[in-house]
Nanobody, 116 residues
Framework: VQLVESGGESVQAGGSLRLSCVASGATQDIGCMGWFRQVPGLEREGIGSIDSDGITTYADSLKARFTISRDNAKSTLYLQMNNLKPEDTAMYYC????????????WSQGTQVTVS
């Protein structure tokens, strides 16, 4: 499974962004997909995940502003981010479980989101 994400850019506080993550390869075996982010020097933070049936889970601190969705027909995962804040600045990664479960074992290359 390969994951390629896009959509990261610099935005002003209060703005919105949508990240996309396209999966290729053995996509029929993908279970959960999720989003993570990391600031240099800090631990990676889980944003949330979505299973193959569309059931989502979120970090409590982010669920009011972030929405995860997926289009299985397009093998694409999305992260809609609203009311962005400077503290949302980070490298964002998507991940997938290529074995049908819910533990990430495939990762994207990351895309930078900068909020100023």
């Amino acid at each position: 499974v390969q994951l390629v994400e896009s959509g990261g850019e610099s935005v002003q506080a209060g703005g919105s962004l949508r990240l996309s993550c396209v999966a290729s390869g053995a996509t029929q075996d993908i279970g959960c997909m999720g989003w993570f982010r990391q600031v240099p020097g800090l631990e990676r933070e889980g944003i949330g995940s979505i299973d193959s049936d569309g059931i989502t889970t979120y970090a409590d601190s982010l669920k009011a502003r972030f929405t995860i969705s997926r289009d299985n027909a397009k093998s694409t995962l999305y992260l809609q981010m609203n009311n962005l804040k400077p503290e949302d600045t980070a490298m964002y990664y998507c991940a997938a479980d290529g074995g049908g479960g819910c533990l990430p074992n495939y990762w994207s290359q990351g895309t930078q989101v900068t909020v100023s």
